[in-house]
C-alpha cells in the first residue's frame, strides 16, 4: 500500500543535514536554533507598543529548518529563556513582565506557527517557491491570530489592527519572499550534493 502526498512525511532540513541526532546533539540544536531567533529579536524598529523586528522571519525559518516537534520545543526554550530573564527578547529585553504585556500573544503564538511550519515542511512544503510561501502565510497567521487578539485587550478592538497589524504586514511580505526563495534552494544545494 502506498501513502498519498498528504500522508507521506518528509526528514527536516537539520535532519538531512545532521543526520544522526543524538540527544546532546538535539539539546545543541535546539538551544542554538532558540539563540538565532534571539539575533533576529535584535534586530528593532522601535515601534509602540509592538515593535518591528527580525523574530518572526526566525520563527517561521526554525520551524521550517528543525521541523515540527523541533521548531516548537525551540520556540518554547527560547520563551523560556526569556521568561527567566535572559535578553533575548526584542530590544534585548526578558522577564515574565514581557509575556504578559501587549506582544504576549504574538510570543506566544511563536510556539505554534513554529509547530505548524514544520509540520507543512514535514509534508514538504518547504521544497518549492510557492508551497514555502504559503507555508510562511499559514505561520504568520497563526502568530496573528494570539497576538491581535491578546494586543486589543491593551490597545482596544478600534486600533488593533492600525498598532498590530498594518505596520507589520509589509515586512512580513518580505521575509515570506526571502524564506520561499532561501529554502527551496538550500534544498537544491543539498540534493545536488548527494548526487555528486
Do not use: C
Not at 85 to 106: C, D, I, K, S
Not at 151 to 163: N, S
Amino acid at each position: 500500500m502506498s501513502l498519498t502526498a498528504s500522508e507521506r512525511t518528509y526528514s527536516s532540513f537539520a535532519e538531512v543535514i545532521w543526520p544522526q541526532i543524538n540527544r546532546k546533539r538535539e539539546i545543541v540544536l535546539i538551544l542554538v536554533s532558540s539563540w538565532l531567533v534571539a539575533l533576529t529579536a535584535q534586530i528593532v524598529i522601535p515601534l509602540q507598543p509592538v515593535p518591528i523586528t527580525g523574530q518572526t522571519f526566525g520563527v517561521l525559518l526554525i520551524g521550517a529548518l528543525l521541523g515540527s516537534k523541533r521548531g516548537a520545543l525551540t520556540l518554547l526554550t527560547y520563551l523560556a529563556q526569556g521568561a527567566i530573564g535572559l535578553p533575548v527578547f526584542a530590544g534585548g529585553t526578558g522577564g515574565l513582565a514581557r509575556l504578559a504585556g501587549p506582544t504576549g500573544g504574538y510570543l506566544i503564538g511563536f510556539i505554534i506557527a513554529a509547530f505548524v511550519v514544520g509540520w507543512l515542511s514535514e509534508k514538504g512544503w518547504d521544497r518549492h517557491f510557492t508551497t514555502t510561501a504559503i507555508s510562511m502565510l499559514i505561520g504568520n497567521a497563526v502568530i496573528y491570530a494570539l497576538g491581535l487578539p491578546w494586543l486589543a485587550a491593551f490597545v482596544g478592538w478600534e486600533a488593533v489592527l492600525k498598532i498590530g497589524f498594518f505596520p507589520f504586514a509589509p515586512g512580513d511580505l518580505l521575509k515570506i519572499i526571502l524564506a520561499a526563495v532561501a529554502l527551496p534552494q538550500a534544498w537544491a544545494w543539498v540534493n545536488a550534493r548527494d548526487v555528486e
